[in-house]
């Protein structure tokens, strides 16, 4: 089982941006996709997960300008930022939960200027 996340990047305060979480190694449509980050600095921490029958839930502190969403035949979860912040600023990992452990991609790197 692999997640491999891209899409990360240097962006503008305001900007956007869509961070992507491939799958393999799963009938990804049956398992539910959650988004973490870890700013510099701190602890690592929940931002938005979506289950395998599409319903989302999000951090407070991302709802509004965070849409996480899924496709299912790409076998892609997607994580699209909106009116980016610095504090936004962080390792992004997608995660999934496969036999009872936590399966984590490698992380894509959001940095936020002000």
């Known amino acids: 089982v692999q997640l491999q996340a891209s899409g990360g990047g240097l962006v503008q305060a305001g900007g956007s941006l869509r961070l992507s979480c491939k799958a393999s190694?799963?009938?990804?449509?049956?398992?539910?996709m959650d988004w973490y980050r870890q700013p510099p600095g701190k602890q690592r921490e929940w931002v938005a997960g979506i289950t395998s029958g599409g319903s989302t839930n999000y951090a407070d502190a991302v709802k509004g300008r965070f849409t996480v969403s899924r496709d299912n035949v790409r076998r892609l979860a997607y994580l699209q930022i909106d009116r980016l912040k610095p504090e936004d600023t962080a390792v992004y990992y997608c995660t999934t939960q496969y036999s009872g452990s936590d399966v984590w991609g490698q992380g894509t790197q959001v940095t936020v200027s002000s």
């Open positions: 190694g799963i009938n990804f449509k049956l398992y539910t």
